[in-house]
C-alpha cells in the first residue's frame, strides 16, 4: 500500500472502518474512524432449508481463520442465516480462503444457521484466535 493511503479495515458485525488523514499518526485527532454500513451484496435472499436441500446448488468449504492484531479480516451480515459481506484482500480470512456471498453454517463447530450476525460476531470476537468456519458457497453454473 502506498504511504498515505486509506486502510480500510472491517470488523466481523458488519461495521466497515477506514481512517481519514491516513498520513497522520493514530494518536492525532485529525484520524478519525469512519463508520459506513454497506449494502448487502446477496443477489436474493436465500433460507437455511435451501442452503440444507440435498443435491441443492451449494457446496459446504471449511475456512481456518487465524487472526491478526486487528482481526479476521471480514464482515459478516444477514440474519438467519448469516452472509460473509466482505473480505479483506490481504487479511486472514482471505488466505484462508473465505470469499464474498458465502453462508456461514457453523463457527469452531457450534451451527449458526439460526442466529443473526450479531450473535455470530460475538461467537468469533469471544472465541479463540483461531476460527474454524463452515461456509456454504453457490456451485459455478
Given at each position: 500500500m502506498a504511504p498515505g493511503a486509506a486502510r480500510l479495515r472491517s470488523s466481523s458485525d458488519g461495521s466497515v472502518y477506514s481512517r481519514r488523514g491516513a498520513g497522520h499518526s493514530l494518536k492525532s485527532?485529525?484520524?478519525?474512524?469512519?463508520?459506513?454500513?454497506?449494502?448487502?451484496?446477496?443477489?436474493?435472499?436465500?433460507?437455511?432449508?435451501?442452503?440444507?436441500?440435498p443435491g441443492g446448488p451449494y457446496m459446504k468449504k471449511t475456512c481456518t481463520i487465524v487472526g491478526d492484531a486487528v482481526g479476521w479480516g471480514f464482515v459478516v451480515r444477514g440474519n438467519r442465516p448469516c452472509h460473509i459481506q466482505a473480505v479483506e484482500p490481504?487479511?486472514?480470512?482471505?488466505?484462508?480462503?473465505?470469499?464474498?456471498?458465502q453462508f456461514v453454517v457453523s463457527v469452531n463447530g457450534l451451527n449458526v444457521l439460526h442466529l443473526d450476525y450479531?450473535?455470530?460476531?460475538h461467537l468469533i470476537?469471544?472465541?479463540?484466535?483461531?476460527?474454524?468456519?463452515?461456509?456454504?458457497?453457490?456451485?459455478e453454473q
Amino acid at each position: 500500500m502506498a504511504p498515505g493511503a486509506a486502510r480500510l479495515r472491517s470488523s466481523s458485525d458488519g461495521s466497515v472502518y477506514s481512517r481519514r488523514g491516513a498520513g497522520h499518526s493514530l494518536k492525532s485527532s485529525s484520524s478519525a474512524l469512519v463508520l459506513s454500513n454497506p449494502k448487502s451484496v446477496l443477489k436474493r435472499p436465500v433460507s437455511t432449508e435451501e442452503l440444507q436441500r440435498p443435491g441443492g446448488p451449494y457446496m459446504k468449504k471449511t475456512c481456518t481463520i487465524v487472526g491478526d492484531a486487528v482481526g479476521w479480516g471480514f464482515v459478516v451480515r444477514g440474519n438467519r442465516p448469516c452472509h460473509i459481506q466482505a473480505v479483506e484482500p490481504c487479511g486472514p480470512a482471505a488466505a484462508a480462503g473465505m470469499k464474498v456471498c458465502q453462508f456461514v453454517v457453523s463457527v469452531n463447530g457450534l451451527n449458526v444457521l439460526h442466529l443473526d450476525y450479531r450473535t455470530v460476531s460475538h461467537l468469533i470476537l469471544t472465541g479463540p484466535r483461531t476460527v474454524v468456519m463452515e461456509v456454504m458457497q453457490e456451485t459455478e453454473q
